[in-house]
């Protein structure tokens, strides 16, 4: 009776304690919450790295750029999944959208949300107007289910805005650019507000900083990148692999597709590491800090970052994540393969930097005498250990994906589909 009623607490089936720990402390934020600064993230650098060319002008990114534009949509869609997995009643989600009030952090996430979403969807309309046109009147007059149902999907997204003289399509790029300018720091404020969320809990030792938004913001810069860099050299080789392999025509050749382009991924790669040294920094400022402060938390503190978590923190975080990446792209002759392993790294790294703050700032009790340790669920066996084991994890990890990948269908986002 007592074991089916303490399964029943939201987080016992995954927690373990150890020493002296309250009786109703569990690890109530697991791998949905580590996922959400995650995706938000996500959305944030990658929609940074479209702006480096749309307001600064980096002519070299502009293939990349309208690539990473899309994706940062896509991730836009997955970014509130992780909550809404993770609530108990994940029907009242909505009302934070509709509610807004602006002394709540939370409710300050749907006001942003909804801003951002709109700024997004307004650039890429303007960006991808004047194809939609071209292609809609392309597809005049071809029979078909496919091509009608593409024709109307295209007079449906230019609204009846059919106008491509030189004039509209100036009117259009300037709109883009102050789009993007506007965007910039309402996607940094979008994923700043998770890190705000963690850095104003006062209860928590771990996670109450001040730097904990900017740090949040830097390694959302960073992990956005290095997945749009990442999906970019994934998708422009298996394209060029496509039109190998093919047995007949496959409309263009393997030359001419060329696979991913080692000059726009060396240019991209060099804000990585701009980035990575910002994120860095950051985050060792804080480490030394909260060690030079020596707060009555830190023994406790110190024992889980330096012996608990020692390697999920700095092997797996600072060394794995962060410096063998860091050395992989300062290193002269990059190609294309050290990069998509660098990428998967850094990913890695800003992944466990989430899972750190997440899971690490619950290890140790309110006692601070004692200790909880995350088992991750592997097998559901029920909703609960489905939405916060590794398969829930992993259906947030593919959606936005899968979104892209229809998105891709009708705006191409690349030079070659």
Same mark, same amino acid.
């Given at each position: 009776?007592?074991?089916?009623?303490?399964?029943?607490?939201?987080?016992?089936?995954?927690?373990?304690?150890?020493?002296?720990?309250?009786?109703?402390?569990?690890?109530?934020?697991?791998?949905?919450?580590? *996922?959400?600064? +995650?995706?938000?993230?996500?959305?944030? %650098?990658?929609?940074? /790295?479209?702006?480096? !060319?749309? #307001? $600064?002008?980096?002519?070299?990114?502009?293939?990349?750029?309208?690539?990473?534009?899309?994706?940062?949509?896509?991730?836009?869609?997955?970014?509130?999944?992780?909550?809404?997995?993770?609530?108990?009643?994940?029907?009242?989600?909505?009302?934070?959208?509709?509610?807004?009030?602006?002394?709540?952090?939370?409710?300050?996430?749907?006001?942003?949300?909804?801003?951002?979403?709109?700024?997004?969807?307004?650039?890429?309309?303007?960006?991808?107007?004047?194809?939609?046109?071209?292609? *809609?009147?392309? +597809?005049?007059?071809?029979?078909?289910? %496919?091509?009608?149902? /593409?024709?109307?999907? !295209?007079? #449906? $997204?230019?609204?009846?805005?059919?106008?491509?003289?030189?004039?509209?399509?100036?009117?259009?790029?300037?709109?883009?650019?102050?789009?993007?300018?506007?965007?910039?720091?309402?996607?940094?404020?979008?994923?700043?507000?998770?890190?705000?969320?963690?850095?104003?809990?006062?209860?928590?030792?771990?996670?109450?900083?001040?730097?904990?938004?900017?740090?949040?913001?830097?390694?959302?810069?960073?992990?956005?990148?290095?997945?749009?860099?990442?999906?970019?050299?994934?998708?422009?080789?298996?394209?060029?692999?496509?039109?190998?392999?093919?047995?007949?025509?496959?409309?263009?050749?393997?030359?001419?597709?060329?696979?991913?382009?080692?000059?726009?991924?060396?240019?991209?790669?060099?804000?990585?590491?701009?980035?990575?040294?910002?994120?860095?920094?950051?985050?060792?400022?804080?480490?030394?800090?909260?060690?030079?402060?020596?707060?009555?938390?830190?023994?406790?503190?110190?024992?889980?970052?330096?012996?608990?978590?020692?390697?999920?923190?700095?092997?797996?975080?600072?060394?794995?994540?962060?410096?063998?990446?860091?050395?992989?792209?300062?290193?002269?002759?990059?190609?294309?393969?050290?990069?998509?392993?660098?990428?998967?790294?850094?990913?890695?790294?800003?992944?466990?930097?989430?899972?750190?703050?997440?899971?690490?700032?619950?290890?140790?009790?309110?006692?601070?005498?004692?200790?909880?340790?995350?088992?991750?669920?592997?097998?559901?066996?029920?909703?609960?250990?489905?939405?916060?084991?590794?398969?829930?994890?992993?259906?947030?990890?593919?959606?936005?994906?899968?979104?892209?990948?229809?998105?891709?269908?009708?705006?191409?986002?690349?030079?070659?589909?």
């Amino acid at each position: 009776m007592v074991e089916s009623a303490a399964s029943a607490i939201h987080g016992a089936e995954w927690t373990i304690k150890e020493l002296f720990v309250y009786p109703n402390e569990f690890i109530y934020w697991s791998i949905q919450i580590v *996922m959400y600064p +995650l995706m938000t993230g996500l959305v944030a %650098g990658a929609f940074v /790295l479209s702006s480096l !060319y749309h #307001v $600064f002008k980096q002519e070299d990114l502009k293939d990349i750029a309208k690539f990473s534009l899309i994706f940062s949509f896509a991730l836009l869609f997955a970014a509130p999944m992780p909550l809404m997995f993770h609530l108990q009643q994940p029907q009242r989600g909505i009302q934070v959208f509709f509610t807004p009030h602006f002394t709540s952090a939370i409710s300050a996430f749907g006001i942003v949300f909804f801003t951002y979403y709109i700024i997004v969807a307004c650039e890429i309309w303007f960006v991808y107007r004047e194809f939609a046109v071209k292609q *809609m009147k392309a +597809l005049e007059g071809k029979e078909g289910f %496919g091509n009608s149902l /593409l024709r109307a999907i !295209y007079r #449906v $997204f230019s609204l009846g805005v059919h106008d491509i003289s030189e004039q509209a399509l100036h009117r259009d790029h300037k709109a883009v650019t102050i789009l993007a300018g506007i965007g910039i720091p309402v996607a940094c404020f979008l994923h700043g507000y998770a890190g705000f969320i963690f850095g104003s809990v006062k209860a928590n030792a771990l996670w109450m900083t001040p730097l904990m938004p900017v740090i949040f913001i830097m390694s959302a810069i960073v992990s956005g990148i290095a997945l749009c860099i990442l999906t970019y050299i994934i998708i422009m080789e298996w394209q060029k692999y496509r039109a190998k392999s093919a047995r007949r025509a496959w409309g263009m050749s393997a030359e001419e597709i060329g696979g991913a382009e080692i000059d726009v991924i060396r240019k991209t790669s060099k804000y990585l590491v701009g980035f990575m040294i910002a994120a860095i920094t950051l985050e060792l400022l804080d480490l030394v800090f909260r060690g030079y402060t020596s707060l009555k938390s830190w023994d406790i503190l110190r024992s889980v970052i330096y012996g608990k978590d020692f390697v999920n923190i700095f092997i797996l975080q600072y060394t794995l994540g962060n410096l063998v990446p860091f050395l992989m792209l300062v290193i002269p002759g990059l190609t294309v393969r050290r990069t998509a392993v660098a990428t998967m790294l850094v990913l890695l790294g800003v992944f466990m930097m989430r899972y750190n703050v997440v899971i690490g700032g619950q290890a140790f009790s309110l006692t601070f005498a004692g200790y909880m340790h995350y088992h991750l669920p592997i097998i559901p066996h029920s909703i609960d250990t489905y939405k916060e084991g590794l398969f829930g994890a992993l259906t947030i990890a593919v959606m936005p994906f899968v979104l892209f990948y229809w998105i891709n269908k009708a705006l191409p986002t690349l030079r070659y589909k």
